[in-house]
Structure formats: structure tokens, C-alpha cells
T-cell receptor, first 113, second 113 residues
Framework: KQEVTQIPAALSVPEGENLVLNCSFTDSAIYNLQWFRQDPGKGLTSLLL?????REQTSGRLNASLDKSSGRSTLYIAASQPGDSATYLCAVRQGNSGYALNFGKGTSLLVTP | DAGITQSPRHKVTETGTPVTLRCHQT?????MYWYRQDPGHGLRLIHY???????DKGEVSDGYSVSRSKTEDFLLTLESATSSQTSVYFC????????????FGPGTRLTVL
């Protein structure tokens, strides 16, 4: 059974810092990995999707990397802002269960002014 | 983002009553999913659908049933609600296949008293 772990569970940083969120998974037979953002009481917003054949994806100040063989992904946020405060979820997609996602429990990020 | 709506957005009900949650998507996506989100567990798959009238169980399907009579609608029914089913329920959809992005609805907060 695929297990997805996110470290740290919570993180507080001052505005302007660069930061890294970590995601690990136990079964490397994945199709893709997706990073989501969730604001309190809201739904999930897709940030980046990395295909299994890719090493990284970038969108603005966000960069996600994937090392499938070691079962790891990182989300790098450059020059953090208070508006980045949210919970960040990592999810991997496999071929079973209709390509449903297996989620980590998330990292709760607080960026202080 | 894909047009996915959920109704109701909030519901309070009593133990033992049946409850139906509705998910509606306007993207003609083949695959649809129901997840629940609980503190300490992250998002877990309840049921999914890979086409009209084609559904299957996920990780936490006990006490839930689903139906999909049209491409755009996916219903989740709690046959006899229990307090352990108090949760936030998210619907998602995707085109299917290994490389696509999964899009999420805004969620339904269900409280079972």
C-alpha cells in the first residue's frame, strides 16, 4: 500500500525566506505527482504536476522536483510572502483505483510579515 | 479550473438518517472521485467512477454508496449516517489517463449528531 509522508507537518518562517517542503512515497511505481494548496475551509488548488518521466516543474516562485527512484519530491518556494500561508499537500497517482490520488497529510505553512 | 460544484456545502444531520451529497462537473470528464478529509488522516478515497454507471470502491467505502447516471453528476449516499462520518467531503474529476490533473470541488462539511 502506498504511503505518502510530508515533512515537516508545520512550518513558520519570516517573509522573504526561501523554503523547502518535503514529500516521500514508498512505492516508486507512480504515474505522476501533484502538489496542491489548501486554504482554511477551502478546496484544493493544483499548483504543479510532475509526470513520472520528468525531474521538475516550475511555476512562478514555485519549483517542484521529483526523484522517483528514491521516492522523494520537494516543493521549493522562493521569496516567501504572507499570502503563501496555507496547507500544502503532496499526492501521487498510480494505476489502481481509477488513477485516484494518494495524499500526504500536508505541511501547514505560516509566513509572518 | 474545471467547473466542479458540490451541494449542499454544509449539512447537519442526525445519526441513522440517510444523506446524499451531489457533485456536478461541466468539463465532460470521464473520471470522478469522492474523498473525505479528516484531521490526522489527510484525504482518503471513498469511491470513484470511470464512466456512466461504472463505479468502484476506494480505501474507506464502508457505509457509503455512489451512483452515476450522467457524465456530469456523481452522487454519494450515506445509507445510515454515523458520527464517524462527520467529515469534509471533496469531489474531484479528471479526464483519465496517466498524465492529467485532478480538479477538486469546494467541499461539503457534514456533521452527524
Amino acid at each position: 500500500k502506498q504511503e505518502v509522508t510530508q515533512i515537516p507537518a508545520a512550518l513558520s518562517v519570516p517573509e522573504g525566506e526561501n523554503l523547502v517542503l518535503n514529500c516521500s512515497f514508498t512505492d516508486s511505481a507512480i504515474y505522476n505527482l501533484q502538489w496542491f494548496r489548501q486554504d482554511p475551509g477551502k478546496g484544493l488548488t493544483s499548483l504543479l504536476l510532475i509526470q513520472s518521466s520528468q525531474r521538475e516543474q516550475t511555476s512562478g516562485r514555485l519549483n517542484a522536483s521529483l526523484d522517483k527512484s528514491s521516492g522523494r519530491s520537494t516543493l521549493y518556494i522562493a521569496a516567501s510572502q504572507p499570502g503563501d500561508s496555507a496547507t500544502y499537500l503532496c499526492a501521487v497517482r498510480q494505476g489502481n483505483s481509477g488513477y485516484a490520488l494518494n495524499f500526504g497529510k500536508g505541511t501547514s505553512l505560516l509566513v509572518t510579515p | 479550473d474545471a467547473g466542479i460544484t458540490q451541494s449542499p456545502r454544509h449539512k447537519v444531520t442526525e445519526t441513522g438518517t440517510p444523506v446524499t451529497l451531489r457533485c456536478h462537473q461541466t468539463e465532460n470528464h470521464r473520471y470522478m472521485y469522492w474523498y473525505r478529509q479528516d484531521p490526522g488522516h489527510g484525504l482518503r478515497l471513498i469511491h470513484y467512477s470511470y464512466g456512466v454507471k461504472d463505479t468502484d470502491k476506494g480505501e474507506v467505502s464502508d457505509g457509503y454508496s455512489v451512483s452515476r447516471s450522467k457524465t456530469e453528476d456523481f452522487l454519494l449516499t450515506l445509507e445510515s449516517a454515523t458520527s464517524s462520518q462527520t467529515s469534509v467531503y471533496f469531489c474531484a474529476s479528471s479526464t483519465g489517463g496517466v498524465g492529467d490533473t485532478q480538479y477538486f470541488g469546494p467541499g461539503t462539511r457534514l456533521t452527524v449528531l
